[in-house]
């Protein structure tokens, strides 16, 4: 589905990520971890063309992205969820889903409230008034508007509660039952190999590990290293 083919991105003269190989097979999670700093978010940029790789591949469904715009990005199928969630606190639950509603989607405002029940009750709340779990049900919520095939959520759970972010697991579940491909960074470890078929870890912009959940689980030397668990 998606492939990294290493590469290497820059903030000006800043060389963060050296050298980011990894890839999502179709209908698969996989969970890239790492320290606060460690180049998470700067990969997802890289992807979504936000900050584009100076150097290296980036394949999605064998096409080359690596140069393209935004929101063609988007257009061909991926959908960002960024890290903070960046809601409008202006607008409603409803309007969130509207403005985002494209034409020839299978994704309807109604389907969405279908997939996400909890959104229903608070269709005329504005973003600020929102719990932690509402309001990345609702970023998700939004992302599936513009009816992508693979998801990019880059920490999922940051700041939220024990309770909540056991909510938000069970939210990406549903996500993954619906058959997409989800690349997902997170600092919580636990969390992620518990939805993750595949992970990543990395480490000062380069990947650093690569295997099933069960193998982290069983490498001391990576968890302690990198995770610092
Ligand atoms: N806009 C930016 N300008 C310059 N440096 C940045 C910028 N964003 C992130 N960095 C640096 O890039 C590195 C990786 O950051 P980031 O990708 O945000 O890591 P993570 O998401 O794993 O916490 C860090 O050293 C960070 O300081
Ligand atoms: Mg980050």
């Known amino acids: 589905m998606l492939q990294l083919c290493d590469i290497h991105t820059y903030y000006d003269d800043s060389h963060v990520l050296q050298g ?12 890239l971890l790492g320290r606060n700093g460690a180049g998470k ?10 900050t584009p790789p100076r150097q290296g591949k980036i394949l999605f469904r064998g096409q080359e992205i ?17 890290q903070g969630r960046r809601l409008f606190p202006s607008l409603t639950v409803r309007e969130h889903l509207e403005v ?27 973003g600020n008034e929102l719990s932690g779990g509402e309001q990345q049900m609702l970023a998700i919520a939004r992302a599936l508007m513009l009816n992508p ?23 990406i579940q549903t996500v993954k039952q619906e058959g997409f491909s989800i690349l997902l960074t997170e600092q919580k470890m636990r969390f992620a190999l518990d939805l993750a078929d595949e992970v ?6 380069q990947i650093v590990f690569h295997g099933l959940p069960q193998e982290l689980l069983e490498n001391e030397t990576v968890k302690q290293t990198y995770l610092g668990v």
């Open 200 to 205: 990543y870890v990395m480490s000062k912009g």
């Open 149 to 171: 095939v693979m998801l990019v959520m880059d920490e999922p759970t940051e700041g939220l509660a024990p309770l909540v972010v056991r909510e938000v697991g069970r939210l």
């Open 100 to 126: 985002y509603q494209k034409k020839g989607s299978v994704w309807s405002v109604q389907r969405a409230l279908d997939t996400f029940p909890r959104l229903k009750e608070r269709l005329d709340n504005h």
């Open 66 to 82: 690596q140069a393209m715009e935004p929101y063609r990005i988007a257009n061909l199928g991926i959908g960002y969820i960024p």
């Open 20 to 31: 980011v190989s990894l890839q999502v097979p179709e209908g698969k999670v996989v969970a």
């Open 41 to 50: 978010t700067t990969t997802m940029r890289s992807i979504m063309g936000l």
